[in-house]
């Protein structure tokens, strides 16, 4: 088996301080290595969500470390998958990658009670999109 990641993923928000960075979070501790994890805002903010931060950390994964980055082209030109949450038209289409848009209540201004429920839906989206890229891995190995 090859050592290079069976795909990379881009998750896209305005702020890239909320959904996109628990998302990210989620993807790098439960598929490891086997998936490249970015994360970008249209217009990032000064800091990651406080309230995501500790949410996130009630289940044992650590994104305090992150800061919210700017959306560029190279970013979505690398990844196999886009995945959008409420950013609009600021997102760059590229042919022959994977679009997908999570409407997903935005955390921001939230306190950790509120932020639960949307970590949580992330959370099932993330191990739905990990189904997805290991059943895709399964389809080109067998051809």
């Given at each position: ?7 990379s993923v881009l ?19 439960l598929a490891g290595d ?110």
């Open positions: 088996m090859s050592d290079s990641p069976l795909a998750f896209v928000c305005v702020h890239n301080a909320g959904r996109s960075q628990m998302a990210a979070g989620f993807l790098r501790h086997r998936v490249e994890v970015r994360s970008a805002g249209s217009l990032p903010g000064d800091q990651v969500n406080p309230s995501a931060v500790a949410a996130m950390a009630e289940l044992g994964i650590d994104i305090s470390d992150q800061q919210p980055k700017v959306l560029t082209v190279e970013a979505a030109r690398a990844s196999d998958y886009i995945i959008t949450m409420g950013c609009g038209d600021a997102c760059p289409y590229f042919p022959g990658k994977t679009y997908l848009d999570w409407v997903l209540e935005d955390p921001a201004g939230q306190g950790v009670e509120a932020v639960r429920p949307i970590r949580d839906e992330i959370k099932g989206l993330i191990e739905g999109l990990i189904a997805k890229i290991d059943s895709k891995n399964a389809e080109k190995q067998e051809n």
